[in-house]
């Protein structure tokens, strides 16, 4: 089956630090990538996604690169600011082949803390 | 403004009382999913809908149903809640796409639910 491993969190950083929370994915089939935002009180919001591999994936700073070879799509930031605070979700999505079902399979998401 | 609503966003029910969770999407999506959202566990497929009244279910079905007799409607119903249906739900929306695409979901605010 498919799933998703994120390092566990809290993780928190001080304004400006480099980030990085890494996620891998087991899948059948050719998986797309997705990296999801869940602010306080909100829905999940797509901060970005790849559809094959070496593909990066880039929105407000953030990026994440397609490792088929690794299995892995961590994200990173350069320099994370307070607004960053958020749960981070790695997720991927394979197209199921008799139904077309495309469930998105979640990790468990890693809280992120920015103080600044 | 593109979207995916649902309603109520909060919810205190008791056991055995039936109720729905409706759902909204105004983007002309043919898919639409419901996921539960558990602390540790990330997100986990309900049902989903590939099209006008065709339904399926997901990972965690049991305890649920849908109907989706328009497009752009998916109600989700607990015919008889129980206290392990509390949690937080999400709808989501997207694209049929095509083969090897991104399925980029779009998320609903989240109803929260608790039965006593």
């Known amino acids: 089956g498919n799933s998703v491993t994120q390092m566990e969190g809290p993780v928190t950083l001080s304004e400006e630090a480099f980030l990085t929370i890494n996620c891998t994915y087991t899948?059948?089939?050719?998986?797309?990538l997705f990296w999801y935002v869940q602010y306080p009180g909100e829905g999940l919001q797509l901060l970005l996604k790849a559809t094959k591999a070496d593909d990066k994936g880039s929105n407000k700073g953030f990026e994440a690169t397609y490792r088929k070879e690794t299995t892995s799509f961590h994200l990173e930031k350069g320099s994370v600011q307070v607004s960053d605070s958020a749960v981070y979700f790695c997720a991927l999505s394979v197209r199921g082949t008799d139904t077309g079902r495309r469930a998105l399979t979640f990790g468990s998401g890693t809280r992120l803390q920015v103080q600044p | 403004e593109a979207q995916v609503t649902q309603n109520p966003r909060y919810l205190i029910t008791v056991t055995g009382k039936k109720l729905t969770v409706t759902c909204s999407q105004n983007?002309?999506?043919?898919?639409m999913s419901w996921y539960r959202q558990d602390p540790g566990l990330g997100l986990r497929q309900i049902y989903y809908?590939?099209?006008?009244?065709?339904?399926d279910k997901g990972d965690v079905p049991e305890g649920y149903k849908v109907s989706r007799k328009e497009k752009r409607n998916f109600p989700l119903i607990l015919e008889s809640p129980s206290p392990n249906q509390t949690s937080l739900y999400f709808c989501a929306s997207s694209l049929q796409g095509v083969a090897g695409g991104a399925y980029e979901q779009y998320f609903g605010p989240g109803t929260r639910l608790t039965v006593t």
């Open positions: 983007m002309n999506h043919e898919y």
């Open positions: 899948a059948t089939g050719y998986p797309s």
């Open positions: 809908s590939m099209n006008v009244e065709v339904t």
